[in-house]
């Protein structure tokens, strides 16, 4: 059985940084596309970053030049560097793995105090 584990939330100041980590254990093969999705209180779950096999990578719009996604396909790792950050990028962070199917990690809360 597959499993997403994150790791690396925290509480920082604004204008801190931070990196989570994303591993799978278990059998997984062939993942099309790692990425991150956040969840603030009171709103709906959004895109934060992805990255697919060949290294193409897409942001949103409010972390571009900010956070930065990387994989390392043999550890099955997904990583977000998050630099500059603001009390708007408090939020639950998960990821997501996308092969044939689709794997969800449980999620690590990330605080930017103003």
């Known amino acids: 059985q597959v499993q997403l584990a994150e790791s690396g939330g925290g509480l920082v100041q604004a204008g801190g940084s931070l990196r989570l980590s994303c591993a799978a254990s278990g059998s997984i093969l062939s993942i099309n596309v790692m990425g991150w999705y956040r969840q603030a209180p009171g709103k709906q779950r959004e895109l934060v970053a992805t990255i697919t096999s060949g290294d193409s990578t897409k942001y949103a719009d409010s972390v571009k030049g900010r956070f930065t996604i990387s994989r390392d396909n043999a550890k099955n790792t997904v990583y977000l560097q998050m630099n500059s950050l603001k009390p708007e990028d408090t939020a639950v962070y998960y990821c997501?793995?996308?092969?044939?199917?689709?794997?969800w990690g449980q999620g690590t809360q990330v605080t930017v105090s103003s």
């Open positions: 997501n793995f996308r092969t044939s199917r689709v794997y």
